[in-house]
């Protein structure tokens, strides 16, 4: 294949394109913001569900605290009610008297026991409160923090897409005007050799593959028409000539 040594040396200008514009692409997947979104997330989830079962809990315990006052309400009017047929004379009978004072007595230390109960459960509701304001607030730090982590990716997004775009816009001009076969070919060899299909011939050495051509691939090289699209013999890419190769 021949190709003018101007197109030749414009299709490094082409591979310098496609270079940068992998390692926006590299730069892109590889953002530090990327893990650190992914671990606040991890950690946001595992807060969250812990605040949905501080709050859980302090519901049934309002509900359980609600009953247990409930009961106590009750079993104090049933001994209110109780001191008030004592006091009132209504009852006459020894055995009666004597079974209404014993209810009143059983009521007073049933009446303690729920009394007991409610405190222990107000216990346990401020302690799921305050471990549910804890969370609460450790939820909305780690929010802000997120947000903080987004905020920076998307902006380095907007950054990248910006430089890729005017990457894309120089290669779109610039493959414009070297011929079709020439361009065929390294595209093809992009996909061979790992994004890289055309290298300098830089002081003897192909830096493609780094490895610097042997006196007969020189002299080859050498005797070689300008125009004649040159392939290094080791890594097979299109080796470009410039004044700095040596020969």
Same mark, same amino acid.
């Given at each position: 294949?021949?190709a003018? /040594?101007a !197109?030749?040396i +414009?299709? #490094?200008d082409? %591979?310098? #394109?496609?270079v940068?514009?992998? %390692?926006?692409? *590299? +730069?892109r997947s590889s953002? /530090?913001?990327h893990a650190e979104?992914?671990?606040l997330?991890?950690?946001?989830a595992q #807060?969250?569900d812990l605040?949905?079962?501080?709050t859980?809990?302090?519901s049934?315990t &309002? +509900?359980?605290q609600?009953?247990a006052e *409930? ?5 104090? %009017?049933?001994?209110?009610?109780d001191?008030?047929?004592?006091d009132?004379?209504?009852v006459?009978?020894?055995?009666d008297?004597e079974n209404?004072q ?5 009521? &007073?230390k ?5 009394e !007991?109960?409610?405190l222990?459960?107000?216990?346990r509701r401020e302690?799921?409160q305050?471990?549910?304001?804890e969370?609460?607030g450790?939820?909305?730090?780690l929010?802000?923090?997120?947000? !903080?982590a987004a ?8 950054e990248m897409?910006?430089e890729?775009?005017?990457v894309?816009?120089?290669?779109? #001009?610039?493959?414009?005007t070297? /011929?079709?076969?020439l361009l065929?070919?390294y595209?093809?060899?992009?996909q061979q %050799?790992?994004?890289?299909g055309?290298?300098?011939?830089f ?6 593959c780094?490895?610097?051509l ?10 070689a028409a300008?125009d004649t ?8 890419r299109i080796l470009?000539r410039?004044?700095?190769s040596g020969?």
């Amino acid at each position: 294949m021949n190709a003018a /040594p101007a !197109d030749q040396i +414009r299709l #490094l200008d082409v %591979q310098a #394109l496609d270079v940068r514009s992998a %390692q926006l692409a *590299h +730069r892109r997947s590889s953002l /530090p913001e990327h893990a650190e979104i992914q671990t606040l997330e991890g950690d946001l989830a595992q #807060l969250r569900d812990l605040l949905v079962a501080s709050t859980t809990e302090e519901s049934d315990t &309002a +509900r359980e605290q609600t009953k247990a006052e *409930h009961d106590v309400d009750q079993v104090r %009017q049933r001994a209110a009610r109780d001191q008030q047929r004592l006091d009132s004379g209504a009852v006459s009978s020894p055995k009666d008297l004597e079974n209404l004072q014993r209810e009143i007595v059983s009521l &007073a230390k049933r009446q303690g026991d729920l009394e !007991d109960v409610v405190l222990e459960v107000m216990e346990r509701r401020e302690s799921a409160q305050e471990r549910a304001a804890e969370l609460t607030g450790r939820v909305a730090s780690l929010e802000a923090k997120l947000a !903080d982590a987004a905020t920076r990716r998307d902006a380095a997004f907007a950054e990248m897409e910006t430089e890729s775009a005017a990457v894309a816009k120089e290669r779109e #001009l610039t493959v414009a005007t070297l /011929p079709a076969d020439l361009l065929k070919l390294y595209d093809k060899l992009c996909q061979q %050799q790992g994004g890289v299909g055309a290298a300098r011939l830089f002081q003897r050495r192909c830096e493609g593959c780094r490895l610097e051509l042997n006196i007969t691939e020189l002299n080859e090289v050498r005797a070689a028409a300008p125009d004649t699209v040159v392939r290094c013999e080791n890594c097979l890419r299109i080796l470009v000539r410039t004044p700095e190769s040596g020969l």
